[in-house]
């Protein structure tokens, strides 16, 4: 399955809600998560079966979506946001993740 | 706390063999499944491997079928990736990863560079 994420780059200020899509080749009911990375870092989880909050993670993410179609939302961007974004789908082997999204200050 | 620690990581020429380790604590190890991803410089993320809980199922991406086997050893709570023929396009860091269905601890990671 193919993981598709837009945009590839995302210019946004402090406080600006941001969105980010990632569309799959074929249905994955669902079985998709959210990343966060930042440089030198290991990923951390999100978002997870495309709308659960993982413990932990502020409430200003949120994440939505259904089929092939999935959005991961900021609502209101912070400056510990600045990142890259990836999404993943475990539906089945092998599992993808999307290319993924720099969120970068404007 | 959950950790997951790997190590083995280092140079290897093309053609090499490496060993990775994983060592967990904090959870019960025997329990979980535990995934391989990696990132290649610059790159984003490719899963790699993953183990079920009593190495009864194993599934490979296609760019390591063949090339690398994951095992795990619930005694000593570790897993393991053992990776033949190495290619240059095998440098990456590799993190493992626990899967309770998502993938919810990541370790630091260990960097693998193959090359001459």
């Known amino acids: 399955i193919q993981m598709t994420q837009s945009p590839s780059t995302l210019s946004a200020s402090i406080g600006d809600r941001v969105t980010i899509t990632c569309r799959a080749s074929?249905?994955?009911?669902?079985?998709l998560a959210w990343f966060q990375q930042k440089p030198g870092k290991a990923p951390k989880i999100l978002i997870y079966?495309?709308?659960n909050l993982e413990s932990g993670v502020p409430s200003r993410f949120s994440g939505s979506g259904s089929g092939t179609e999935f959005t991961l939302t900021i609502s209101s961007l912070q400056p510990d946001d600045f990142a890259t974004y990836y999404c993943q789908q475990y539906n089945i082997y092998p599992r993808t993740f999307g290319q993924g999204t720099t969120v970068e200050i404007k | 706390e959950v950790q997951l620690v790997e190590s083995g990581g280092g140079l290897v020429q093309p053609g090499g063999s490496l060993r990775l380790s994983c060592a967990a604590s904090g959870f019960d190890f025997f329990a979980y499944s535990m995934n391989w991803v990696r990132q290649s410089p610059g790159l984003g993320l490719e899963w790699v491997s993953y183990i079920s809980s009593t190495s009864g199922t194993m599934h490979y991406a296609d760019s390591v079928k063949g090339r690398f086997t994951i095992s795990r050893d619930n005694a000593r709570s570790e897993v393991y990736l053992q990776m033949n023929s190495l290619r240059d396009e095998d440098t990456a860091v590799y993190y493992c990863a626990r899967d309770p269905g998502k993938l919810d601890y990541w370790g630091q990671g260990t960097r693998v560079t193959v090359s001459s």
């Open positions: 079966a495309a709308s």
């Open positions: 074929q249905t994955i009911n669902n079985w």
